[in-house]
């Protein structure tokens, strides 16, 4: 594949959203990096010139660079998964606590045995609070890897 041809793969890789599309892409790469390299190496049997050795490297160096987005795209797409999952929690979160303050509602306005109740409350504030703790350590790692990927991206401008 020429450096020309590899060219063409810019705005597929920039644009691609199918992760599956993206992993074929990077196999590819692989599998021609180790063709390029392979005749890099074998340039001493004179059977390529040193304007082709040199394309060969080009080609290589733009390919790791492709692969390099790839993977940082392929990670993107992980932490939106990961974030959707946090949604989902935090969403299940609101409806917990719906409940449970539509049953103290009804538990404050019945007579009924108020011990058995408490200990219920407490049991209940306690689950809460653990799913809580739970959202905000998810939160805290999403952020962290956010900025993780940012600083990748913004190290790849740079390079």
Same mark, same amino acid.
């Given at each position: 594949?020429?450096?020309?041809?590899?060219?063409?793969?810019?705005?597929?890789?920039?644009?691609?959203?199918?992760?599956?599309?993206?992993?074929?892409?990077?196999?590819?790469?692989?599998?021609?990096?180790?063709?390029?390299?392979?005749?890099?190496?074998?340039?001493? +049997? /004179?059977?390529?010139?040193?304007?082709?050795?040199?394309?060969?490297?080009?080609?290589? %160096? @733009?390919?790791?660079?492709?692969?390099?987005?790839?993977?940082?795209?392929?990670?993107?797409?992980?932490?939106?998964? +990961?974030?959707?999952?946090?949604?989902?929690?935090?969403?299940?979160?609101?409806?917990?606590?719906?409940?449970?303050?539509?049953?103290? +509602?009804?538990?404050? /306005?019945?007579?009924?045995?108020?011990?058995?109740?408490? %200990?219920?409350?407490?049991?209940?504030?306690?689950?809460?609070?653990?799913?809580?703790?739970?959202?905000? %350590?998810?939160?805290?790692?999403?952020? @962290?890897?956010?900025?993780?990927?940012?600083?990748?991206?913004?190290?790849?401008?740079?390079?």
């Amino acid at each position: 594949m020429k450096k020309e041809q590899l060219l063409l793969l810019k705005k597929e890789i920039l644009e691609g959203r199918d992760p599956e599309r993206l992993l074929e892409l990077d196999i590819n790469l692989k599998q021609l990096i180790s063709i390029l390299d392979y005749r890099i190496r074998e340039k001493t +049997e /004179n059977e390529y010139t040193e304007g082709e050795i040199t394309e060969f490297r080009s080609s290589v %160096a @733009i390919a790791r660079s492709y692969m390099r987005v790839i993977g940082w795209k392929l990670e993107n797409f992980r932490l939106e998964r +990961e974030k959707e999952r946090i949604d989902a929690i935090t969403k299940n979160k609101r409806v917990i606590l719906e409940i449970f303050e539509s049953g103290m +509602e009804s538990v404050l /306005n019945s007579p009924s045995d108020t011990e058995e109740l408490r %200990a219920d409350n407490i049991a209940l504030r306690d689950q809460l609070s653990q799913k809580e703790k739970e959202i905000t %350590a998810l939160e805290k790692r999403v952020k @962290i890897i956010a900025r993780e990927v940012v600083g990748i991206l913004d190290k790849t401008k740079r390079e």
